[in-house]
């Protein structure tokens, strides 16, 4: 279903359908402040198991998650006081940061070494949804592996549409995906530039 929602006003209304639909194991493509994103609820196997086989990935290679805010993140990720300043500084924004994981999420979504991608993007329908949900979205570029992400809704959910239960219409998106930033032990290393801005990082 090809769904409009408001990317300044979110419909509470339209929100609430979205979030029904993830609880009940629904997939989605939906804005963030970089690509269109594909997701689920990160709790709902069902979900992520879809979203595994959408893009034709390999399970080794597991997907990041939205966040609402920096309190979150500290449920989901190990978060030091180096983390927390930098991450206060550049989120929202459209950087995804790898730090430790906690026990609570789940094995499909760290990796091996127990590392996860934690995000918050400058948009407000994406973060209307994770707020409605209660816990985070996961989150990739909607395309399949190694292919490009449209930029306009409308082609996504000309080639996508029949893949997913919802693509939220939030208008044109960047071309670019999110910079991946590591942040264990307190290093900064660029995993993937993308198009956040690392000037910051010397």
């Not at 086989?53 to 990041?64: A, L, T």
């Amino acid at each position: 279903m090809f769904l409009s929602i408001n990317p300044d006003n979110p419909q509470p209304r339209l929100i609430k359908q979205v979030v029904a639909c993830l609880q009940q194991g629904g997939v989605i493509i939906y804005p963030t402040d970089t690509t269109y994103g594909l997701g689920c609820d990160i709790f709902n196997r069902k979900g992520v198991k879809k979203i595994f086989q959408i893009k034709q990935r390999d399970q080794r290679k597991p997907f990041s998650f939205i966040c609402n805010d920096l309190a979150e993140i500290s449920n989901y990720a190990q978060v030091s006081n180096f983390a927390f300043k930098i991450m206060k500084r550049y989120l929202p924004g459209a950087f995804t940061f790898v730090l430790d994981a906690t026990k609570i999420v789940p094995d499909s979504l760290s990796t091996k070494q127990k590392t996860v991608g934690v995000r918050i993007p400058e948009n407000e329908i994406c973060r209307a949804i994770v707020k409605e949900l209660g816990h985070p979205l996961v989150t990739t570029s909607a395309n399949t592996s190694g292919e490009n992400t449209p930029q306009d809704p409308v082609e996504i959910e000309e080639t996508m549409g029949h893949l997913v239960d919802f693509v939220i219409d939030g208008g044109i998106s960047m071309q670019e995906a999110s910079t991946v930033i590591s942040l264990v032990d307190d290093q900064i290393e660029i995993i993937r530039q993308g198009s956040g801005d690392t000037s910051w990082i010397e």
